[in-house]
Protein backbone atom coordinates (compact mmCIF):
# COMPACT_ATOMS: atom_id res chain seq x y z
CA UNK A 1 0.00 0.00 0.00
CA UNK A 2 1.52 3.30 -0.62
CA UNK A 3 1.98 6.43 0.95
CA UNK A 4 -0.42 8.43 -0.30
CA UNK A 5 -2.87 11.55 1.07
CA UNK A 6 -5.47 8.87 0.70
CA UNK A 7 -3.78 6.89 3.67
CA UNK A 8 -3.10 9.72 5.81
CA UNK A 9 -6.79 10.67 5.12
CA UNK A 10 -8.50 7.14 5.27
CA UNK A 11 -6.62 5.16 8.15
CA UNK A 12 -5.69 8.08 10.03
CA UNK A 13 -7.60 11.14 8.53
CA UNK A 14 -9.53 11.70 12.29
CA UNK A 15 -5.94 12.11 13.72
CA UNK A 16 -4.21 14.59 11.19
CA UNK A 17 -7.30 16.38 11.78
CA UNK A 18 -7.02 17.04 15.38
CA UNK A 19 -3.12 17.90 14.57
CA UNK A 20 -4.17 21.05 12.85
CA UNK A 21 -5.98 22.13 16.04
CA UNK A 22 -2.68 21.11 18.68
CA UNK A 23 -3.07 22.76 22.05
CA UNK A 24 -1.59 26.59 22.33
CA UNK A 25 1.57 26.84 23.95
CA UNK A 26 2.18 27.87 27.05
CA UNK A 27 4.64 30.27 27.58
CA UNK A 28 6.49 32.47 25.53
CA UNK A 29 4.16 31.86 22.33
CA UNK A 30 5.89 34.65 20.40
CA UNK A 31 9.01 32.82 19.86
CA UNK A 32 8.22 29.09 20.82
CA UNK A 33 8.30 27.23 17.76
CA UNK A 34 5.48 24.75 17.71
CA UNK A 35 4.86 21.72 14.63
CA UNK A 36 2.44 22.66 12.15
CA UNK A 37 -0.08 21.08 10.85
CA UNK A 38 1.76 20.80 7.51
CA UNK A 39 5.26 19.98 9.23
CA UNK A 40 3.99 17.38 10.83
CA UNK A 41 2.39 16.15 7.73
CA UNK A 42 5.43 16.16 5.92
CA UNK A 43 7.81 14.11 8.32
CA UNK A 44 5.50 11.94 8.72
CA UNK A 45 5.00 10.82 5.49
CA UNK A 46 8.53 10.17 5.61
CA UNK A 47 9.56 8.42 8.10
CA UNK A 48 6.38 6.30 7.76
CA UNK A 49 7.41 5.40 3.86
CA UNK A 50 10.66 5.12 5.42
CA UNK A 51 9.59 2.32 7.44
CA UNK A 52 7.69 0.70 4.91
CA UNK A 53 10.93 0.03 3.29
CA UNK A 54 12.68 -0.83 5.99
CA UNK A 55 10.00 -3.88 6.68
CA UNK A 56 9.87 -4.70 2.84
CA UNK A 57 13.42 -5.17 2.61
CA UNK A 58 13.89 -6.59 5.84
CA UNK A 59 16.83 -4.65 6.64
CA UNK A 60 17.33 -1.99 9.76
CA UNK A 61 18.40 0.61 7.52
CA UNK A 62 18.17 1.89 3.71
CA UNK A 63 21.80 3.17 3.79
CA UNK A 64 24.97 2.43 5.62
CA UNK A 65 25.86 -0.06 7.64
CA UNK A 66 22.61 -2.59 8.06
CA UNK A 67 21.46 -6.16 9.06
CA UNK A 68 18.40 -8.52 8.38
CA UNK A 69 15.33 -6.99 11.23
CA UNK A 70 14.33 -10.61 11.05
CA UNK A 71 16.89 -13.73 11.37
CA UNK A 72 17.82 -16.89 13.37
CA UNK A 73 20.75 -16.77 11.83
CA UNK A 74 22.17 -13.36 12.80
CA UNK A 75 20.16 -13.40 15.93
CA UNK A 76 20.09 -16.70 17.68
CA UNK A 77 18.70 -16.06 20.90
CA UNK A 78 15.67 -13.75 19.69
CA UNK A 79 15.31 -14.12 15.79
CA UNK A 80 15.08 -10.61 15.66
CA UNK A 81 16.84 -6.98 15.95
CA UNK A 82 16.39 -4.96 19.20
CA UNK A 83 13.91 -2.62 18.73
CA UNK A 84 11.48 -4.58 16.45
CA UNK A 85 8.44 -4.65 18.58
CA UNK A 86 8.18 -1.33 18.73
CA UNK A 87 8.94 -0.50 15.14
CA UNK A 88 5.93 -3.25 14.04
CA UNK A 89 3.55 -1.49 16.81
CA UNK A 90 4.27 2.48 15.19
CA UNK A 91 3.35 0.76 11.65
CA UNK A 92 0.39 -0.85 13.11
CA UNK A 93 -0.34 2.86 14.82
CA UNK A 94 -0.48 4.43 11.62
CA UNK A 95 -2.88 1.79 9.69
CA UNK A 96 -0.10 -0.57 7.85
CA UNK A 97 -1.53 -3.64 6.76
CA UNK A 98 0.97 -6.66 7.34
CA UNK A 99 1.13 -9.02 4.10
CA UNK A 100 0.58 -12.58 5.05
CA UNK A 101 4.27 -13.01 4.05
CA UNK A 102 5.52 -10.40 6.37
CA UNK A 103 3.57 -12.31 8.74
CA UNK A 104 4.99 -15.55 8.28
CA UNK A 105 8.88 -13.80 8.51
CA UNK A 106 8.19 -12.92 11.27
CA UNK A 107 6.33 -15.89 13.34
CA UNK A 108 8.73 -18.29 11.26
CA UNK A 109 11.89 -16.26 12.48
CA UNK A 110 10.76 -15.20 16.39
CA UNK A 111 13.30 -17.63 18.71
CA UNK A 112 11.25 -18.54 21.57
CA UNK A 113 11.79 -21.52 24.09
CA UNK A 114 12.43 -21.62 27.67
CA UNK A 115 15.85 -19.71 27.66
CA UNK A 116 13.47 -16.75 26.21
CA UNK A 117 14.03 -13.99 29.19
CA UNK A 118 10.70 -11.52 30.29
CA UNK A 119 11.92 -9.26 27.39
CA UNK A 120 12.19 -11.18 24.59
CA UNK A 121 8.53 -12.28 25.65
CA UNK A 122 6.94 -8.48 26.47
CA UNK A 123 8.74 -8.15 22.63
CA UNK A 124 7.00 -11.14 20.98
CA UNK A 125 3.84 -10.68 22.55
CA UNK A 126 3.96 -7.03 21.52
CA UNK A 127 5.06 -7.30 18.13
CA UNK A 128 2.73 -10.77 17.51
CA UNK A 129 -0.08 -8.99 18.05
CA UNK A 130 0.66 -5.65 16.42
CA UNK A 131 0.60 -7.52 13.04
CA UNK A 132 -2.33 -9.49 13.49
CA UNK A 133 -1.39 -13.06 15.01
CA UNK A 134 -2.49 -14.12 18.24
CA UNK A 135 0.25 -14.60 20.89
CA UNK A 136 -1.76 -16.84 22.83
CA UNK A 137 -2.17 -19.30 20.16
CA UNK A 138 1.37 -19.35 18.58
CA UNK A 139 2.39 -22.00 16.50
CA UNK A 140 6.44 -21.64 16.78
CA UNK A 141 9.12 -22.43 13.84
CA UNK A 142 8.85 -26.43 13.41
CA UNK A 143 6.31 -27.30 15.99
CA UNK A 144 2.67 -28.17 15.75
CA UNK A 145 1.45 -27.61 19.34
CA UNK A 146 0.64 -24.03 19.95
CA UNK A 147 1.61 -22.10 22.98
CA UNK A 148 0.62 -18.83 24.95
CA UNK A 149 3.54 -16.48 25.60
CA UNK A 150 1.22 -14.55 28.00
CA UNK A 151 0.49 -17.02 30.17
CA UNK A 152 4.41 -18.01 29.36
CA UNK A 153 5.54 -14.69 30.08
CA UNK A 154 3.28 -14.30 33.39
CA UNK A 155 4.86 -17.90 34.95
CA UNK A 156 8.34 -16.22 34.81
CA UNK A 157 10.11 -13.72 38.18
CA UNK A 158 9.73 -9.92 38.01
CA UNK A 159 11.26 -9.76 40.85
CA UNK A 160 15.28 -8.99 40.27
CA UNK A 161 14.18 -7.19 36.55
CA UNK A 162 14.80 -3.72 35.61
CA UNK A 163 12.72 -1.00 35.59
CA UNK A 164 12.72 -1.01 31.80
CA UNK A 165 11.65 -4.58 31.41
CA UNK A 166 9.31 -4.35 34.30
CA UNK A 167 7.49 -1.44 31.87
CA UNK A 168 7.85 -3.41 28.78
CA UNK A 169 6.08 -6.45 30.34
CA UNK A 170 3.47 -4.24 31.54
CA UNK A 171 3.11 -2.86 28.36
CA UNK A 172 2.70 -6.12 26.20
CA UNK A 173 0.63 -7.65 28.61
CA UNK A 174 -2.14 -4.56 28.66
CA UNK A 175 -2.30 -4.79 25.17
CA UNK A 176 -5.37 -6.89 24.93
CA UNK A 177 -8.43 -7.64 27.41
CA UNK A 178 -8.07 -11.33 26.18
CA UNK A 179 -4.73 -11.60 27.87
CA UNK A 180 -5.53 -13.62 30.61
CA UNK A 181 -3.53 -13.79 33.94
CA UNK A 182 -3.17 -18.43 34.45
CA UNK A 183 -3.47 -18.97 37.84
CA UNK A 184 0.15 -20.12 37.94
CA UNK A 185 0.84 -16.76 37.36
CA UNK A 186 3.81 -15.34 39.98
CA UNK A 187 2.75 -11.85 39.37
CA UNK A 188 -0.04 -9.92 38.62
CA UNK A 189 -0.53 -6.58 36.96
CA UNK A 190 -1.38 -4.52 39.76
CA UNK A 191 1.74 -6.01 41.48
CA UNK A 192 3.97 -5.17 38.55
CA UNK A 193 2.72 -1.53 38.59
CA UNK A 194 3.50 -1.92 42.36
CA UNK A 195 6.80 -2.82 41.93
CA UNK A 196 7.56 -0.04 38.79
CA UNK A 197 6.28 2.51 41.89
CA UNK A 198 8.21 1.49 44.56
CA UNK A 199 11.22 1.64 42.12
CA UNK A 200 10.45 5.43 41.41
CA UNK A 201 13.31 7.68 43.34
CA UNK A 202 13.45 10.87 45.50
CA UNK A 203 13.57 13.26 42.41
CA UNK A 204 10.37 11.48 40.60
CA UNK A 205 12.03 9.91 38.02
CA UNK A 206 13.23 6.57 37.20
CA UNK A 207 16.64 5.01 36.70
CA UNK A 208 17.94 1.42 34.97
CA UNK A 209 19.83 0.72 38.29
CA UNK A 210 17.63 2.42 40.46
CA UNK A 211 20.56 4.90 41.52
CA UNK A 212 18.96 8.61 41.86
CA UNK A 213 22.70 9.86 40.24
CA UNK A 214 21.77 7.68 36.62
CA UNK A 215 17.52 9.50 36.56
CA UNK A 216 16.83 9.75 32.76
CA UNK A 217 13.97 10.78 31.00
CA UNK A 218 13.79 7.42 28.62
CA UNK A 219 13.38 5.29 31.55
CA UNK A 220 11.09 7.87 33.28
CA UNK A 221 9.26 8.10 30.08
CA UNK A 222 8.93 4.28 29.32
CA UNK A 223 7.74 3.67 33.26
CA UNK A 224 5.03 6.57 32.93
CA UNK A 225 3.57 5.00 29.97
CA UNK A 226 3.95 1.76 31.27
CA UNK A 227 1.62 2.62 34.84
CA UNK A 228 -0.80 4.25 32.79
CA UNK A 229 -1.71 1.36 30.17
CA UNK A 230 -1.35 -1.07 34.12
CA UNK A 231 -4.30 1.64 35.73
CA UNK A 232 -3.28 0.35 39.33
CA UNK A 233 -5.05 2.57 42.05
CA UNK A 234 -1.49 3.33 43.47
CA UNK A 235 -0.26 4.71 40.32
CA UNK A 236 -1.95 7.64 39.81
CA UNK A 237 0.30 9.92 42.02
CA UNK A 238 3.45 8.22 40.66
CA UNK A 239 2.29 8.87 37.19
CA UNK A 240 2.05 12.46 38.22
CA UNK A 241 5.25 12.97 39.68
CA UNK A 242 7.05 11.38 37.34
CA UNK A 243 5.50 13.40 34.48
CA UNK A 244 6.14 16.57 36.31
CA UNK A 245 9.99 15.44 35.79
CA UNK A 246 9.40 15.09 32.42
CA UNK A 247 8.34 18.65 32.78
CA UNK A 248 11.05 19.85 33.89
CA UNK A 249 13.53 17.61 31.90
CA UNK A 250 13.08 19.50 28.51
CA UNK A 251 15.76 20.97 27.23
CA UNK A 252 15.79 24.61 25.82
CA UNK A 253 15.09 23.53 22.32
CA UNK A 254 12.26 21.34 23.26
CA UNK A 255 13.97 17.66 22.86
CA UNK A 256 14.72 15.43 25.21
CA UNK A 257 18.30 13.48 26.10
CA UNK A 258 20.77 12.33 28.49
CA UNK A 259 23.99 12.97 30.29
CA UNK A 260 27.09 10.87 29.48
CA UNK A 261 30.35 12.35 31.05
CA UNK A 262 29.24 15.43 32.17
CA UNK A 263 27.50 16.41 28.64
CA UNK A 264 24.08 16.94 27.65
CA UNK A 265 23.06 14.78 24.19
CA UNK A 266 19.40 15.45 23.47
CA UNK A 267 18.17 12.77 20.91
CA UNK A 268 15.03 12.33 18.52
CA UNK A 269 14.85 9.12 20.28
CA UNK A 270 14.85 10.59 23.73
CA UNK A 271 12.62 12.51 22.77
CA UNK A 272 9.94 10.62 20.91
CA UNK A 273 9.71 8.48 24.53
CA UNK A 274 8.67 11.54 26.50
CA UNK A 275 6.56 12.46 23.81
CA UNK A 276 4.73 8.87 24.19
CA UNK A 277 4.87 9.30 28.09
CA UNK A 278 3.13 12.92 28.04
CA UNK A 279 0.80 11.59 25.63
CA UNK A 280 -0.68 9.03 28.17
CA UNK A 281 -2.92 11.50 30.10
CA UNK A 282 -5.27 14.25 28.56
CA UNK A 283 -3.96 16.92 31.29
CA UNK A 284 -0.21 16.36 30.05
CA UNK A 285 -0.90 16.14 25.98
CA UNK A 286 -0.53 19.47 25.43
CA UNK A 287 3.03 19.67 26.71
CA UNK A 288 3.83 17.74 23.47
CA UNK A 289 3.14 20.58 20.58
CA UNK A 290 3.65 23.47 23.69
CA UNK A 291 5.75 24.08 26.47
CA UNK A 292 6.14 23.29 29.93
CA UNK A 293 9.13 25.65 30.93
CA UNK A 294 9.45 29.28 30.17
CA UNK A 295 12.93 28.43 28.59
CA UNK A 296 11.82 26.43 25.59
CA UNK A 297 12.39 27.32 22.44
CA UNK A 298 10.28 24.70 21.16
CA UNK A 299 7.89 22.23 21.72
CA UNK A 300 9.20 18.53 21.98
CA UNK A 301 6.75 17.59 18.49
CA UNK A 302 8.91 19.82 16.71
CA UNK A 303 12.41 19.19 18.54
CA UNK A 304 11.46 15.80 17.47
CA UNK A 305 10.46 16.26 13.71
CA UNK A 306 14.23 18.24 13.85
CA UNK A 307 16.18 14.97 13.49
CA UNK A 308 13.77 13.52 11.05
CA UNK A 309 15.55 13.59 7.56
CA UNK A 310 13.75 14.37 3.84
CA UNK A 311 14.30 10.88 3.19
CA UNK A 312 12.44 9.87 6.98
CA UNK A 313 15.75 8.35 8.53
CA UNK A 314 16.23 9.76 11.79
CA UNK A 315 19.45 12.02 12.80
CA UNK A 316 22.01 10.21 15.34
CA UNK A 317 20.32 7.18 16.18
CA UNK A 318 22.25 4.33 16.79
CA UNK A 319 20.03 2.42 14.93
CA UNK A 320 17.23 3.09 12.31
CA UNK A 321 15.37 0.24 13.43
CA UNK A 322 15.03 2.21 16.50
CA UNK A 323 14.87 5.52 15.51
CA UNK A 324 12.10 5.02 13.13
CA UNK A 325 10.00 2.75 15.33
CA UNK A 326 10.22 5.62 18.47
CA UNK A 327 9.47 8.26 15.99
CA UNK A 328 6.67 6.98 13.84
CA UNK A 329 5.33 5.28 17.60
CA UNK A 330 5.63 8.55 19.28
CA UNK A 331 3.54 10.28 16.44
CA UNK A 332 0.91 7.58 16.22
CA UNK A 333 0.80 7.65 20.11
CA UNK A 334 0.20 11.85 19.80
CA UNK A 335 -2.30 11.14 17.71
CA UNK A 336 -4.45 8.67 19.19
CA UNK A 337 -4.06 10.65 21.88
CA UNK A 338 -5.89 13.80 20.80
CA UNK A 339 -8.93 11.29 20.06
CA UNK A 340 -8.43 9.46 23.06
CA UNK A 341 -7.42 6.63 22.16
CA UNK A 342 -4.24 4.63 22.53
CA UNK A 343 -1.66 3.26 20.18
CA UNK A 344 -0.96 0.27 22.81
CA UNK A 345 -4.70 -0.87 22.57
CA UNK A 346 -5.57 -3.97 19.78
CA UNK A 347 -8.10 -5.62 20.04
Known amino acids: MKLTSKLLLASASALLTFGAVS ?15 SYQN ?6 YRYAKKMLVKNKTGLSGKTAYIFSKKAYPTTGAAGGYADFLLSLKGWGYKFTTNQKKRVASSLVLNSKSTPADLANAI ?9 PTKF ?18 SMSNQTVNVKSQVLL ?46 DTTAMAVTALARGKASASASAITKGQSYLKSAVYPSGAYGYTFNGKSIPNG ?9 LSTKQNTL ?12 ASPLYAMFTYVNKTGSVKGAASQLIGIGQVNLATAAYRQALNHKSVYTIK
Do not use: C, H
Not at 25 to 33: E, F, L, P, Q
Not at 176 to 194: D, E, G, H, Q, V
Not at 269 to 277: C, L
Open 23 to 37: PAVTAGAASVKTASR
Open 42 to 47: TKIKAS
Open 126 to 134: QGLKSIGMN
Open 139 to 156: RRSGTKKAVNLVSVLYRK
Open 172 to 217: ALTMSSSFKRPSTAKFSINSLSNSIVKNQLSNNGWAYNNKLDTVDS
Open 269 to 277: NSTAEAIIA
Open 286 to 297: KYVNGTSKSSQT
